[in-house]
Nanobody, 118 residues
Framework: VQLQASGGGLVQPGGSLRLSCVASGSFVSINDMGWYRQAPGKQRELVADITSGGGIRYGVSVKGRFTISRDSAKNTVYLQMNSLTPEDTAAYYC?????????????WGQGTLVTVSS
């Protein structure tokens, strides 16, 4: 499975960005799709994830500002990030839980950098 993330970049405080992550390769189905982030010197944390059934979780610090969605037909997950603050600066990693046909696996993308600065 390959995960291609895009949409990161430099944005001013209060601005918005939209991240996308496309899953490709050999799998039968994808259950959870999500985003995690890791700032320098900090542990990786959940930003948001969404199940195939539409169940959604958000990290506490992004509730009300970020929105996760997915297009299962395109194996793509999106993260709309609004009202960004410098504290949102981090590498954002896409994560999927997929069924290979034999077992369930977890896979990480390489990350896309989001920098919030004036």
């Amino acid at each position: 499975v390959q995960l291609q993330a895009s949409g990161g970049g430099l944005v001013q405080p209060g601005g918005s960005l939209r991240l996308s992550c496309v899953a490709s390769g050999s799998f039968v189905s994808i259950n959870d799709m999500g985003w995690y982030r890791q700032a320098p010197g900090k542990q990786r944390e959940l930003v948001a994830d969404i199940t195939s059934g539409g169940g959604i979780r958000y990290g506490v610090s992004v509730k009300g500002r970020f929105t996760i969605s997915r297009d299962s037909a395109k194996n793509t997950v999106y993260l709309q990030m609004n009202s960004l603050t410098p504290e949102d600066t981090a590498a954002y990693y896409c994560n999927v839980r997929f069924y290979s046909g034999i077992d369930w696996n977890n896979h990480w993308g390489q990350g896309t950098l989001v920098t919030v600065s004036s």
